[in-house]
């Protein structure tokens, strides 16, 4: 138990798209997700924190008009990469949790989006 | 600034050896700390964590070591098995001034048991 998806899996825009990336977890409810970045040879970062029905809040540094997250449902979050740009070009990861305890309860994680923008 | 650290990005060990992947930290704040293990084209997944009253937590094969004065902590698997390797990431995690919770991962140690 406790799968948690993404899609796509890879994606590969022009400057100035924007993209959505989608988290679901697959057999549990999320209470809360977190959505990640991963520069090359490079730590994962924490983004930001959804809990369901409620706004995401952001990481110091990471611009929530840029990075949209919604977290419509107990089983999906999204992030959109809007008008994207090469700096943007990351491997996006979200992680899930059955609890709203914080980042030390159990995640589970998707197996995370490559973002490749031109 | 990067406030935990796994300065060895590879790691190879024989099977059956014993594996020990270190992680140094800078932030004395940090009172919780967590091992997750990251297979190729898989998220990462949770290991074994240890909070700061204690200096060792043992599951199983996996056993971490928590040295606080040090700023250190190490992640021991015996006996080592082929189905370990993969790139095992440190993470440590505080509460900031206005009850903000913080998580910060290393960089990833690629661990590969040989047969």
């Known amino acids: 138990g406790a799968v948690v998806s993404q899609h796509p899996s890879r994606v590969i825009c022009k400057s100035g798209t924007s993209v959505k990336i989608e988290c679901r977890s697959l057999?549990?409810?999320?209470?809360?997700m977190f959505w990640y970045r991963q520069f090359p040879k490079q730590s994962l970062m924490l983004m930001a924190t959804?809990?369901?029905?409620?706004?995401?809040?952001?990481e110091q540094g990471v611009e929530k008009d840029k990075f949209l997250i919604n977290h419509a449902s107990l089983t999906l979050s999204t992030l959109t990469v809007t008008s994207a740009h090469p700096e943007d070009s990351s491997f996006y990861i979200c992680?899930?949790?059955?609890?709203?305890?914080?980042?030390?309860?159990?995640?589970?994680f998707g197996p995370g989006t490559r973002l490749t923008v031109l | 600034d990067q406030q935990v650290k796994q300065n060895s990005p590879s790691l190879s060990v024989q099977e059956g050896r014993i594996s020990i992947l270190n992680c140094d930290y800078t932030?004395?704040?940090?009172?919780?700390f967590l091992w997750y293990k990251k297979y190729p084209a898989e998220g990462p997944t949770f290991l074994i964590s240890?909070?700061?009253?204690?200096d060792k937590n043992e599951d199983g094969r996996f056993t971490v070591f928590l040295n606080k004065s040090a700023k250190h902590l190490s992640l021991h698997i015996v006996p080592s098995q082929p189905g370990d390797s993969a790139v095992y990431f440190c993470?440590?995690?505080?509460?900031?001034?206005?009850?903000?919770?913080?998580?910060?991962f290393g960089k990833g140690t690629k661990l590969t048991v040989n047969p």
């Open positions: 057999d549990f409810q999320a209470t809360t």
């Open positions: 240890i909070s700061s009253i204690k």
């Open positions: 992680s899930a949790s059955r609890t709203s305890g914080g980042l030390t309860d159990t995640q589970y």
């Open positions: 959804s809990n369901e029905g409620s706004k995401a809040t952001y």
């Open positions: 993470a440590a995690s505080a509460y900031e001034q206005g009850g903000s919770e913080k998580l910060v």
């Open positions: 932030n004395s704040m940090f009172d919780y």
